[in-house]
């Protein structure tokens, strides 16, 4: 034990866990590269400013999550709390025009007050879809996310989708809320009630006054003709492609920067208090947010945290073949034995510690190997596999090995 732990809402993750992680940022990795996103990375770190400006003054984030501080040189800089606005100041960087897929994988970092599934640094896979304001772009995000959380064996996952319209249409159904919202007002929570000032659209999503936001008038009664042709197309794209969907009139997502398409990934499975696997919307309003040309774009980020508490505790090995040495004097065989199989791309491991028998079959054992290669000083290797025991000889094993890890 060292003196010290991880800072409060921080993880290390480490093997056993860490494999569960390895396979989704594979696969997301994989899934995006499918769907035609390229790679970004930007700064953990960004001027505070991108974040007041790109995610809102009025956002909770904003407001209460963000981990700010001074640097050596004076600037205000701000840990990212989230992906979108970071990689839109970048495309903005690049010139700002024109489409750019682009995906992501990070940490994020919020001060929350912390529990299983709601921590101060997480990680988060993104994708943005800048330079397109069709839905179909819409479609193409939500579908890739949905079938990425699908394919991982996550259980049932229930797509929410609403529309919050935009700058033609929004304030008119805003002053709709609020006057219903005002006349409510005594019955409302308290942070409800000091949300109804500068960010109506929020008092929506409270859980506290489900009940009295029962019969509140939605947004999409509300919608302009252009948004409503929109979200028809979004939604007849999804049909298409056998995707379901639940409308949600109450999704509204906390950031403030989404006009239009608004979804959500819940996993059933998950307690209702972490059972947002992720989200997204559309964002035509952020490039300019951050003082550049209009840029229409929409995007999604899923929580890995959440992803891994769904999957739950998985069997699945780091290691195809462990080497175990009957004599120390062998080792040098074991070396090349590795390093061939190895080279091949067998996933492969052994003790270089030069302990027992007993203490190396131990370690095979641990590593889940399906396949347990023993070396001793005669001229053929002993493999131990489901069971059975097979005379092989070492210039055969790579092909002997990756036919059986491949039937
Ligand atoms: P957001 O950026 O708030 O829309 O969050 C997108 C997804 O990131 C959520 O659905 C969660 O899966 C995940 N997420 C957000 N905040 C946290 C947090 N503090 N800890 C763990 N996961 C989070």
């Known amino acids: 034990m060292s003196a010290f732990r991880p800072p409060k809402g921080t993880d290390d993750i480490l093997p056993p866990q860490s494999s569960t992680w390895r396979r989704v940022l594979r696969e997301w990795d994989e899934w995006?590269?499918?769907?035609?996103?390229?790679?970004?990375?930007t700064p953990l770190?960004?001027?505070?400013?991108?974040?007041?400006?790109?995610?809102?003054?009025?956002?909770?984030v904003v407001q209460k999550q963000m981990y700010t501080f001074t640097d050596r040189g004076g600037r205000s800089i701000t840990l990212r709390p989230e992906g979108t606005a970071g990689v839109v100041r970048a495309y903005l960087d690049a010139g700002g025009s024109?489409?750019?897929?682009?995906?992501?994988?990070?940490?994020?970092?919020r001060y929350e007050q912390p529990q299983a599934g709601r921590r101060r640094q997480f990680h988060q896979l993104g994708i943005e879809y800048l330079g397109v304001g069709e839905p179909l772009a819409d479609v193409e995000v939500v579908e890739?996310?949905?079938?990425?959380?699908?394919?991982?064996?996550?259980?049932?996952?229930?797509?929410?989708?609403?529309?919050?319209?935009?700058?033609?249409?929004?304030?008119g159904y805003l002053q709709v809320l609020r006057e219903y919202l005002e006349e409510r007002r005594e019955a409302l929570s308290p942070d409800s009630r000091a949300r109804l000032a500068s960010n109506p659209l929020r008092v929506l999503d409270s859980r506290d006054d489900a009940p009295l936001l029962a019969d509140a008038p939605s947004m999409v009664q509300h919608l302009c003709a252009a948004c409503s042709q929109h979200y028809t197309g979004v939604k007849e794209g999804l049909d298409q492609l056998g995707v379901a969907f639940v409308e949600d009139p109450r999704l509204v997502r906390g950031l403030d920067y989404y006009t239009r398409t608004a979804f959500e990934y819940i996993g059933t499975s998950l307690d209702a208090a972490q059972n947002a696997l992720g989200g997204g919307g559309r964002y035509d309003g952020l490039?300019?947010?951050?003082?550049?040309k209009p840029a229409p774009g929409v995007g999604l980020a899923l929580g890995v945290e959440r992803i891994v508490l769904a999957l739950g505790e998985q069997a699945v090995?780091?290691?195809?073949?462990?080497?175990?040495?009957e004599d120390p004097q062998l080792a040098g065989r074991v070396l090349k034995l590795a390093a061939r199989?190895?080279?091949?791309g067998v996933r492969t491991d052994f003790d270089a510690a030069r302990r027992s028998v007993k203490a190396q079959f131990r370690s095979a054992d641990r590593s889940r190997a399906p396949i347990v290669v023993v070396v001793g000083d005669r001229p053929e290797l002993d493999i131990r596999c489901d069971g059975e025991r097979h005379a092989v000889p070492p210039e055969e094993i790579t092909q002997w090995v990756t036919t059986r890890l491949h039937r």
């Open 341 to 344: 199989l190895r080279q091949a």
């Open 317 to 325: 090995g780091e290691v195809d073949v462990y080497l175990v040495s």
């Open 98 to 109: 024109g489409v750019m897929k682009l995906s992501y994988a990070g940490p994020m970092f």
């Open 144 to 171: 890739m996310g949905y079938r990425f959380l699908t394919r991982l064996g996550i259980g049932e996952v229930e797509l929410r989708l609403n529309s919050i319209g935009d700058a033609t249409c929004r304030p």
């Open 287 to 292: 490039a300019e947010a951050l003082g550049g």
């Open 32 to 41: 995006s590269e499918v769907y035609g996103y390229g790679l970004v990375v």
């Open 45 to 60: 770190f960004e001027a505070t400013e991108v974040f007041e400006r790109g995610v809102g003054g009025e956002s909770e």
